[in-house]
């Protein structure tokens, strides 16, 4: 779908009398306030009584203020009511402030004081809430009479039927008053054979060859555990049973091992259709044929005739881009400053649709967990620096809340909710493995991410792929399809290597160990990340292979400290907390893990890191490696201290030396860890400890360990302080409170 659909932008005329009339008064400089109004006046000029009928009115008149030499800081205040913009809204180098920010002093995290207001800020009328939406009415409802010989017999009667409305050619997603509505899906089935990543294997009558077989898309759980592909069909031989898509998936499309079935409750399916009348059988489904350009809605909030009534379609994918001048391939980009966003809601954008392979072939992250470098957000800062968004709200959206891409440095992104969002949370991403090292020093604070992943389901709530010394403080986020956080530089492609930077003989260096990572290192720019006082719980919802922080494959120096994790129950959970992929040189300090389910580990490693002060409490089921588990490489020098693990009352290893299948060398030893002060308890064995104790007291490791109940006051209600005469205290632990993780009403303890 063309991202930018054409529609009426502002008339040039009113872009020059409205020039003209502000080179005509004197030029002084005073500052801005400017009102947009859904009712805008016929006389608009920007007052509280006389304000803009769009923002894309409003925007001019600043630019045309800015024209005739005004400097001070200018506020758009957006009024009640919905905003539609028709097209992405691009703020540029015109729109920032003008000031260079001179020698910036950068704090080890995070984006530091703030030391300027605003230049232009976007803000929600005190006490009321403008929602800036892509949504365009669709209207001329009329119930479907004659019902077409697919439609299923309890449909009959129930569904309507609209034109797509002009300008538009197609959609993936639509609205009403309520949120995104479901499109219509099939029940799904399991593929016959193994096929190809483009082809699909079908049981007789799960696919056919539609006349509009361009609207169709297969959601395909393809080979691999930590993936799920939306892809449109090519062609469908109905008699051989075989179909064609336009777009590769991950891995072949086959069969799935048994663990990665039935997550959604149906143990024989793996592969739905979507977007066919066939399978519009419930309210709140629909269905757009962009041949016919009709759109089938079987309504589930209809007004009082039985019509569907606010239904909105969505015409881009991108609300708002603040992009600066990107110089791909140099060294420097030149990016926009000081643009505010205060109070607003972003909704009703579509999601990017894969359409064609070579959109997306090398260009993934992480696999293809997202897209490089793409309009697949409502709002996307490129290339930009001190820019802000407080207190605005992500909802129901085909695709990402927000993302910061290629250049991003000291802005903020603080007090905002992200919730039934199709794809992820908030996405930070950089330039790919090179020395250009531009997406840094941001701040992540105090927001509430929930509910996303609902389309794309191994999307993150939060990612910071090749994003380094930012500061993740203070959210809350829950409800994950896969993992809620990841941190990582790994690509799916590699379109997204800057090989002409790469050192001799570093371009194609793979996963190697420590002192082959050591030589990576300076590439690998997700690094010295603070992602502190997080809460995080309901995580791999959907698909497997998922954790609740998952760190892969990156730079040194990231710190997962004091973030309480609990009530991950997916039985497909590795770990609470992994490092992954020749991963180094990360702490992992002061994390609550309670109450988590999963089948390896509470905490992963698969490098050297640290491990030190961790509460392992109540864990549902007896992990099938340890509750510390160390992965497939050497980790020697890993630190592993002042940690208390309690047991499930089946036991299980506390910490285990875990290598791949047919791997019978170069593994982890725990001999060669510095390992000691730990505390273990298990509710009914006192001896679960000693052959453990043995061996590693025999190599000088373990000596001031116990074994004991650690007395935790109330860990049940949160308090994971100790009771007098716990063996931690003796031990040096920690006590960690949780009622200081997750998010804060009182912001004055964020500094802490």
Not at 272 to 281: A, G, I, P, Q
Not at 420 to 440: P, S
Not at 453 to 462: A, H, K, N, R, V
Not at 478 to 497: E, L
Request: proline share 6%.
């Amino acid at each position: 779908m063309n991202t930018q659909p054409k529609f009426f932008g502002l008339q040039n005329r009113f872009q020059w009398i409205l020039l003209l009339m502000v080179l005509a008064a004197p030029v002084e400089s005073y500052a801005v306030d400017i009102y947009v109004s859904v009712d805008g006046d016929a006389q608009a000029d920007g007052s509280l009584t006389k304000p803009y009928g769009s923002l894309p009115e409003a925007v001019a008149a600043v630019r045309a203020l800015r024209k005739a030499g005004n400097t001070e800081p200018a506020v758009i205040t957006l009024r009640e009511g919905r905003h539609p913009l028709n097209q992405t809204l691009v703020l540029g180098i015109e729109d920032g402030s003008p000031a260079e920010p001179g020698d910036v002093s950068l704090e080890p995290y995070g984006a530091g004081e703030e030391t300027s207001s605003a230049f232009l800020t976007f803000a929600a009328f005190p006490g009321e809430n403008p929602v800036i939406s892509a949504g365009v009415p669709v209207t001329g409802w009329e119930r479907l009479e004659t019902a077409p010989a697919e439609l299923p017999a309890q449909s009959v009667g129930k569904v309507w039927v609209a034109e797509i409305p002009s300008g538009l050619d197609g959609f993936h997603t639509l609205y009403d008053a309520k949120g995104r509505l479901n499109r219509a899906r099939g029940e799904g089935f399991l593929p016959t054979k193994n096929g190809d990543n483009r082809t699909l294997h079908f049981p007789k009558g799960a696919l056919k060859n539609w006349d509009n077989l361009g609207d169709v898309e297969i959601q395909v759980r393809p080979g691999v555990a930590y993936e799920i592909n939306m892809l449109p069909l090519e062609s469908v031989d109905e008699e051989a049973g075989i179909a064609k898509t336009r777009v590769a998936a991950a891995g072949r499309m086959g069969s799935l091992p048994p663990y990665l079935l039935n997550l959604m409750g149906d143990s024989a399916a793996s592969v739905w259709v979507e977007n066919v009348l066939e399978e519009l059988d419930e309210p709140g489904e629909w269905v757009v044929n962009t041949t016919t350009r009709k759109i089938y809605l079987w309504p589930s909030d209809p007004d009082t005739d039985g019509a569907p009534r606010g239904i909105l379609a969505p015409c881009t994918s991108e609300l708002i881009r603040v992009e600066g001048e990107i110089d791909y391939d140099g060294p420097t980009d030149t990016p926009v400053r000081g643009i505010a966003f205060s109070g607003l809601t972003f909704s009703h954008a579509d999601r990017w649709a894969w359409t064609s392979n070579e959109a997306l072939a090398g260009w993934g992250l992480q696999h293809s967990w997202d897209i490089f470098d793409r309009p697949t957000a409502l709002l996307r800062f490129r290339g930009a620096e001190d820019c802000r968004v407080t207190a605005c709200r992500f909802l129901d959206s085909g695709g990402t809340g927000l993302r910061l891409d290629l250049h991003a440095q000291r802005n903020r992104i603080v007090d905002s909710e992200f919730a039934h969002l199709g794809e992820a949370g908030i996405l930070l991403v950089g330039y790919g493995l090179g020395t250009k090292d531009a997406n840094h020093h941001n701040e992540i604070v105090n927001n509430h991410l929930h509910h996303f992943s609902e389309i794309t389901w191994q999307s993150p709530g939060l990612w910071a792929w090749q994003s380094g010394h930012n500061r993740i403080t203070h959210n809350e986020i829950h409800h994950s399809g896969y993992c809620s956080v990841v941190i990582s530089t790994r690509s799916g492609g590699g379109k997204t290597v800057r090989r002409q930077e790469l050192a001799q003989g570093n371009g194609g260096r793979g996963r190697g160990g420590y002192a082959n990572w050591k030589l990576r290192e300076k590439y690998l720019h997700s690094r010295h990340n603070l992602f502190e006082y997080n809460e995080i719980s309901h995580a791999v919802q959907l698909l497997s292979d998922g954790n609740g922080v998952y760190v892969s494959g990156t730079g040194t120096g990231n710190i997962i400290r004091y973030n309480y994790l609990h009530d991950n129950l997916s039985h497909s959970l590795p770990a609470a907390i992994r490092c992954d992929d020749d991963q180094h040189e990360t702490l992992i300090y002061g994390n609550v893990l309670y109450n988590n389910g999963g089948h390896a580990a509470g905490i992963a490693s698969k490098g050297v890191n640290d491990i030190i002060n961790n509460f392992i409490v109540d864990p549902v089921v007896m992990p099938r490696n340890g509750y510390i588990s160390f992965e497939w490489v050497p980790v020697t020098g890993s630190k592993v201290e002042r940690n208390i693990i309690i047991s499930n009352p089946e036991g299980g290893l506390a910490q285990s030396e875990t290598m791949r299948k047919g791997q019978t060398t170069g593994g982890p030893k725990l001999e060669t860890l510095e390992m000691d002060a730990n505390l273990y308890y298990h509710p009914t064995d006192p001896h679960w400890m000693d052959e453990h104790f043995a061996k590693m007291r025999a190599v000088g490791k373990e000596q001031a360990s116990l074994v004991g109940d650690p007395l935790f006051e109330d860990p049940a209600g949160g308090d994971f302080s100790f009771r007098p005469g716990s063996p931690a205290l003796k031990l040096g632990i920690e006590p960690l409170d949780v009622s200081k993780m997750g998010r804060l009403k009182d912001r004055s303890s964020l500094g802490q």
